[in-house]
């Protein structure tokens, strides 16, 4: 069977995938697209509850965790969130801003898979779905892969674009992780990042009454502490601030809460003593935190009863427990939930402005593959659009 001849192969068809492939068929690169899903861009797809929380409005280096963080630097300078945005009002999406920077779709992400696959088209590359890579070879100087339908394409420059084992049941794998090693790369240790923690079954047990319960706080690690969202569930705690936290903590490390920042709850609990002492301590509690909460950090701290029955040393004991409770999760959600993968190609094996391999002429590592983890809230995209980008000028 004769081979097909491109410039460039790019293998992962998602966000940083699609990114490059309109940038090198601009620069007149002939482009072939691979992707053994059905339909492209199908985190994009699902993102932003459908919506796609495209990018931030604050995305910096220091939105990013890896080896080095620093190393996103110049793709994100030079392919800003403000580039993206254009690109975006270009294709005639409406967007609005959430909190703390978030941009998402007015209608649907479908919208920013659309202007990828338009922007592909008139570029020239060609998108290739249903099909997978059964080998990947060098070949002289450019490399060659047998796909699974039996066909051969050969490539000058080898784009691994493939993401990472975030959501296995999309079809997310370590392929780019093991084909980076299989050509001499280094890749950093990978795991679940932007995940839910889980507690053990005794402390699930005594939570059991929380499930659903919500609310606004402060969750720290060490030095690194996030204002979001958090969310008791059946299996530990999830929402914003969790998933920020679950990719600077370890198993065996604790997390703090702070479940009322902002209030001095010692304070508050001291006056409604002196005001009505006869109110009981959860009912109190509850003015300044959920009831079902209140009703568990009572009993948790053993102080039942009513308000003027408790000591001031037992009124501590509660405030501590609404803003300095201390719990050590025993591990994460994992893969199946977790939005991103956490580690990648090692950045010291890329160059910092093309993304291209320095020991392997012609492979580029772009997006989730790479060593380059984002904050939640549209960081990821941004690396995905810029390092795409990025490579797209050269590859």
């Known amino acids: 069977m004769k081979a097909d001849i491109v410039d460039v192969l790019i ?54 965790l890896g080896e080095n963080p620093r190393f996103a630097t110049s ?31 007015d209608d649907s992400a479908r919208q920013i898979i659309r202007m990828l696959t338009d922007d592909m088209r008139e570029a020239g590359a060609r998108l290739s779905l249903g099909v997978s890579m059964e080998r990947i070879q060098r070949a002289g100087d450019g490399f060659e892969a047998a796909l699974s339908d039996g066909s051969v394409v050969r490539a000058a420059s080898l784009v691994l674009a493939t993401g990472g084992k975030s959501i296995p049941k999309m079809g997310a794998t370590g392929w780019a992780f093991d084909t980076a090693r299989a050509f001499g790369l280094r890749v950093t240790e990978t795991r679940p990042a932007l995940v839910p923690l889980t507690f053990e079954a005794g402390m699930l047990e005594r939570l059991k009454p929380l499930a659903g319960v919500s609310v606004e706080a402060v969750v720290s690690h060490g030095k690194t502490r996030f204002a979001e969202g958090l969310l008791f569930t059946h299996r530990g705690l999830s929402g914003p601030s969790i998933l920020q936290i679950s990719s600077y903590w370890r198993e065996g490390e604790a997390i703090s809460l702070a479940m009322a920042p902002g209030v ?132």
């Open 11 to 64: 293998v992962g068809a998602g966000a940083a995938g699609m990114m490059c492939a309109v940038e090198a068929g601009r620069r007149g690169r002939s482009v072939r697209v691979l992707d053994h899903a059905s339909a492209p861009g199908e985190k994009i797809r699902i993102s932003g509850g459908g919506r796609c929380n495209f990018t931030n409005l604050g995305t910096a280096p220091g939105n990013f």
């Open 75 to 105: 793709a994100l300078r030079r392919f800003s969130q403000h580039d993206f945005i254009k690109r975006v009002d270009r294709a005639g999406i409406a967007w609005h801003e959430k909190t703390l920077g978030q941009l998402f779709c």
């Open 264 to 395: 001095e709850v010692f304070a508050r609990l001291k006056a409604m003593k002196a005001d009505n002492g006869r109110q009981a301590a959860h009912n109190a509690l509850a003015q300044i935190v959920p009831k079902r909460l209140a009703e568990v950090l009572v009993e948790q701290e053993q102080a039942g009863g009513n308000l003027a029955d408790l000591s001031d040393k037992a009124l501590r004991r509660l405030d501590e427990a609404v803003n300095g409770w201390s719990v050590k999760p025993v591990g994460s959600e994992g893969y199946r939930t977790a939005e991103v993968t956490l580690g990648g190609v090692a950045t010291d094996e890329l160059d910092q402005q093309t993304l291209a391999a320095r020991s392997v002429p012609g492979l580029y590592v772009i997006g989730e593959a790479v060593d380059v983890t984002g904050w939640l809230g549209g960081y990821n995209f941004q690396w995905a659009w810029s390092s795409g980008w990025a490579a797209g000028q050269v590859c």
